[in-house]
């Protein structure tokens, strides 16, 4: 079966960097789309970034923009989020997901991901 294991999260001062990684297992990496999608208490689980199964591209939500960057190792059946100039309100639980095909270019659409990890957590301390 399909199997995303997060890692990578931590604390870390406001301004500081982290890099989180997702391995996959169970399916064929490089036909599978994947996002990174962060919940906070209280909220709904919002969209980060995504990229496609070749890697050749990405996209991002506005406030992450200039201070995220998604890659992907296909060799390695790995994502990774490298997150830069980190804020308080960077702090959630972070997750990857999966799909096999995203319809629309729904990229930011979580509905469109059937596959989650179990999430990895990010602090930020001010």
């Known amino acids: 079966q399909v199997q995303l294991v997060e890692s990578g999260g931590g604390l870390v001062q406001a301004g500081g960097s982290l890099r989180l990684s997702c391995a996959g297992s169970g399916l064929s990496f490089t036909r599978y789309a994947m996002g990174w999608f962060r919940q906070s208490p209280g909220k709904e689980r919002e969209f980060v970034a995504a990229?496609?199964?070749?890697?050749?591209?990405?996209y991002y939500s506005d406030f992450v923009k200039g201070r995220f960057a998604m890659s992907r190792d296909n060799a390695e059946n790995t994502v990774y989020l490298q997150m830069n100039s980190l804020k308080s309100e960077d702090t959630a639980v972070y997750h990857c997901a999966a799909s096999a095909f995203v319809y629309g270019s729904r990229w930011f659409d979580k509905n469109q991901y059937p596959y989650w990890g179990q999430g990895t957590q990010v602090t930020v301390s001010s």
């Open positions: 990229i496609s199964g070749s890697g050749d591209n990405t």
